[in-house]
């Protein structure tokens, strides 16, 4: 193990250059943190060795800690994984407590050797605990550099000495964009919240000079210096006071109560700010260990981490296919999807043709990046000269000659067969033999557009969702004809595009709409049945979604609502479910309340299109039931509408990996971040319960709740979906 190294300059400084093996991030394991204790023991030992300075031999300082080690001492625990799980943050504590006395005396504290950082890129997760136990932290002078703790994200917290040495650095309320929203931050930012204390053109030697000038007060921490306060107040102090309940109050109304990560840390910085420094890194980790022994937290690190990446590093990538990296992208349609389409492409540095049927619609199309680019230059995030190099590498055109060259098209035209298939026949008349053609459709079957295509093994589906340029998730379908290379090309080009990729199978809808649709029909399900639409939409929120189904049935427009359920019916004829909840569709679209497009729907809004209220005329229609149900049975409901459909995708085969599912759901849609995606929350409140529950709703509800075969098979045997089908499982 040398992912630390030691060296010692002629000034007599000791040099711990982190450089994990074989990794193109520093990720710290448990036998590196060993190895940090190993090397500050031989320079705190050695006379010689005036101070310290550790920095990386790569681009980055670090991107945290190696989230499998969790996994793994929870595994070798056996009985007592929280006793494990304690032990193992304490032993971290005590570590980064040594670094940060470096051999003071304990009473005058003095005598100690300096430690310096010198964080010469993006710092993340325990490079930044490690560094916050630094005596002094230098940053590189470079604006692509990021810092920050952001472990929220991951349904965990800052649990290696981070919650309290932040919070005990800035205050409670100066922390809390840092530690509650995990916000990385550029250097000049980072300096301003305290989170290093210089910038430098060249950290190391910065860090250094600083140690070779630092005197004995420069190496004291706040809270070793005698009459040390929080800043801001602690929780007992009348300013303290009004933080907490101010804090509890934000971080309640921010995670409506779902994300368990979000208490636990403010509940470390309260209970830590009333004791002394080394009992408040106890109480840390007594509330870390509290949230890893949450399934909650397992399950977003596997889905939001370890699922994640392994999907953007091409996990169901086909073998044996060489690189596909686009060079050149034509763009069928300058519209909203188009536009955004265009702007990830010329951001990502390919050659963009961006087609309209006239020269003003396209554009009007490129406009989009160029509207997009202004507001970066505004923030301070784009220049000029990199505003001209992407418009000069988008071509908005009406003539399909244009898309000579290109080796991608995605066609981003009207949601309409005869309308695609004319494109489609038009554009491979005109592109390369070897090209890649895909539909950025949402509901219209692959195998069925591909049958327009003279080319049907390399026609393809690449969905993205709204608005292209935020959203995370891109969904690639293979219809029935389609080739590997047509997979590895959509796989390739989302890796350049930066986003994550799910592939799925060719089925109506898909895989998110398949479970997107369920979740507005349930909520409308319920506004016919007297159930009042704030509680619908607060129990959704109440469970970790961005919005409820209400709002985002007016989000998205009715009336695309109401198209999606006849185009439905027509191709299912007689198969297709009455529902309920297509008459309160179709008699909002009568009336002309589309949502917030036409600043009426299920909502009012005033004149700038802001929602201000419920749109009390729905009770008219359907008035309110006088005994509301249970907010548990609403939520249930919502849930098992969504979750049903991806165990279905899977017993079909639409779904070919288990992780697509997850991750999919979590950043297609926001299903329930703290629950790892449906598959998961089914495995966290297991398949016995999933299945009977499942029968109870059916009963009440009818057949749209009614266990799957392949769910009531594993609750009959007692199994979990990634006991089952996680690749590690297959493989075993």
Same mark, same amino acid.
């Given at each position: 193990m040398?992912d ?8 007599g400084i000791?040099?711990?250059t982190w ?8 990720v710290?394991t448990?036998e590196?943190?060993?190895?940090v204790?190993e090397h500050?023991?031989r ?11 550790i920095?990386?031999a790569?681009?980055?300082f670090a991107?945290g800690m190696?989230l ?5 001492i929870?595994?070798e ?6 006793k494990?799980?304690f ?9 980064l407590r040594?670094l940060e006395?470096a051999?003071?005396?304990p009473k ?5 050797k300096p ?10 997760g325990?490079g930044?605990?490690i560094? @916050?136990?630094c005596h002094?932290?230098?940053?590189t ?6 810092i920050?703790l952001p472990?929220?994200?991951?349904g ?5 000495g ?6 005990r650095m800035v ?7 840092v530690l509650?929203?995990g916000k990385?931050m ?9 989170l290093?204390?210089?910038v ?14 630092a ?6 921490k706040?809270?070793?210096?005698k ?6 107040g602690?929780p007992?102090?009348p300013a ?6 101010g804090?509890?109050a ?9 994300f368990p ?6 509940s ?17 980790a ?22 994640k990446?392994a999907?953007?590093?091409?996990a169901?990538?086909p073998?044996?296919i060489?690189?596909?990296s686009?060079?050149k992208?034509?763009?069928?349609g300058?519209?909203?999807?188009g536009?955004g ?9 390919m050659e ?7 020269q ?6 490129k406009a989009y990046?160029e509207?997009?680019l202004d ?5 301070g995030?784009v220049?000029?000269?990199k ?6 590498r988008i071509?908005?055109?009406p003539d ?12 981003a035209v ?7 298939a004319?494109m ?18 949402s509901?219209?079957p692959?195998?069925?557009l591909a049958k ?7 026609f393809?589906?690449i969905h993205f969702?709204s608005?292209?340029e ?8 293979k219809?029935?004809?389609t080739?590997?290379r047509a ?17 799925v199978n060719?089925a109506r809808?898909?895989?998110a ?7 507005v ?9 007297g159930v ?5 939409d607060n129990?959704?929120r109440?469970?970790g ?6 709002q985002?049935?007016?989000?998205t ?6 198209k999606?359920?006849r185009a ?7 198969a297709?479910?009455?529902n309920?909840a297509d008459e309160?569709?179709?008699w ?5 309340r @589309?949502?917030r497009k036409?600043k ?6 005033d004149?700038?299109?802001?929602r ?5 005329g729905?009770a008219?229609?359907?008035p309110?039931a006088e005994?509301q ?14 979750v ?6 899977l ?7 288990i992780r ?18 449906p598959?998961?929350?089914l495995?966290?409140?297991g398949?016995p319960?999933?299945?009977e529950?499942c ?5 009440q509800?009818?057949?749209?709740f ?6 009531r ?5 007692g199994q979990s ?11 075993a």
């Open positions: 040398t630390f190294k030691y060296d010692v300059d002629a000034d000791a040099v711990i450089d994990a093996e074989g990794r193109s991030m520093n710290l448990r590196a943190f060993g190895l204790e500050l023991d320079a705190l030992a050695d006379d010689a060795v005036k101070g310290i300075v920095t990386s790569k681009k980055d991107g190696d499998n080690v969790l996994a793994t929870r595994e625990a056996g009985d007592e994984p929280a494990a799980l032990d193992f943050t304490m032993n971290g504590h005590r570590i040594k006395l051999g003071m005396d005058s504290k003095k005598g100690g430690v310096a950082c010198a964080i010469n890129g993006t710092c993340a325990i930044t605990e560094a @916050l136990a002094h932290r230098v940053m002078d470079n604006p692509k550099a990021k920050g472990e929220i994200m991951l965990i917290f800052p649990g290696g981070g919650t309290t040495r932040y919070s205050g409670a309320m100066a922390a809390s964009p509650l929203e990385m550029d250097p000049a930012k980072a300096k301003g919240a305290s290093v204390d210089a430098s053109d060249d950290p190391l030697a910065a860090a250094k000079e600083w140690v070779l000038t005197k004995d007060a420069d190496l004291v706040p809270w070793d210096a009459g040390w306060k929080m800043p801001g602690a007992y102090h303290g006071f009004m933080t907490f309940v804090a509890s934000m971080v309640n109304g921010k995670t409506q109560g779902a990560a979000a208490k636990a840390l403010l470390a910085i309260y209970e830590g700010a009333l004791v002394d420094f080394d009992t408040a890194l106890k109480v840390e007594r509330w870390f260990t509290h949230v890893l022994m949450n399934p909650s937290s397992s399950a977003m690190i596997r889905s939001l981490f370890i699922n990446q999907l953007e590093k091409g169901v990538r073998q044996g060489p690189d596909q686009v060079k992208i034509g763009v069928l300058a519209g909203m999807m536009a389409i265009a702007l990830v492409s010329a951001q990502a540095g963009v043709v961006l087609i309209d049927r006239d003003a619609a396209a554009d009007k199309g990046t509207t997009y507001k970066g230059i505004k923030r995030k220049d000029a000269a505003k001209e190099a992407m418009l000069g071509t908005a055109t399909l000659d244009a898309l000579k060259g290109c080796d991608l098209i995605i066609e009207f949601e309409d067969p005869k309308v695609k004319e489609t026949r038009k554009v491979e008349a005109v592109i390369p033999e070897d090209c890649i053609f895909a539909s950025n459709t509901t219209l692959i195998t069925g327009a295509s003279a080319r049907p093994e390399q393809i589906g969702f608005p292209v935020k959203m995370l998730l891109v969904e690639i379908i219809g029935k004809e080739g590997d997979v590895a090309k959509a796989l390739d080009y989302v890796r350049q595009i930066r986003k994550t990729p799910i592939v060719d809808f898909f895989y709409n398949r479970c997107i649709i369920p979740y029909n349930e909520g409308a399900r319920m506004i016919t049945e009042s639409p704030v509680l619908i129990a959704a109440q469970l979604f961005p919005v409820g189904p209400i985002l049935t007016d989000e427009s009715i009336d695309l609502g109401a999606i359920a439905t019916k027509e191709a299912m004829g007689d297709y479910p009455e309920p309160l569709i179709f909002m679209e009568d009336l002309g @589309l949502g036409a009426a729907g299920f909502f009012e809004y004149d700038k299109g802001k201000v209220e419920y749109w009390k729905l008219d229609k359907y309110l005994e149900p249970d907010l548990i049975e609403v939520q249930e409901r919502l849930m098992f509408a969504q049903l459909e991806a165990v279905r995708a017993e079909e085969g639409v779904l070919m990996d697509e599912g997850d991750v999919g759901a979590v950043l297609g849609w926001g299903f329930a971040p703290w629950s790892g995606g598959l998961s929350w495995d966290i409140i398949t319960y999933a299945a529950r029968d109870q709703l059916a009963a509800y009818g057949d749209r009614a266990c799957p075969a392949l769910l098979e594993m609750a009959d045997k979906f990634y006991g089952r089908f996680a690749p590690e499982a297959e493989a």
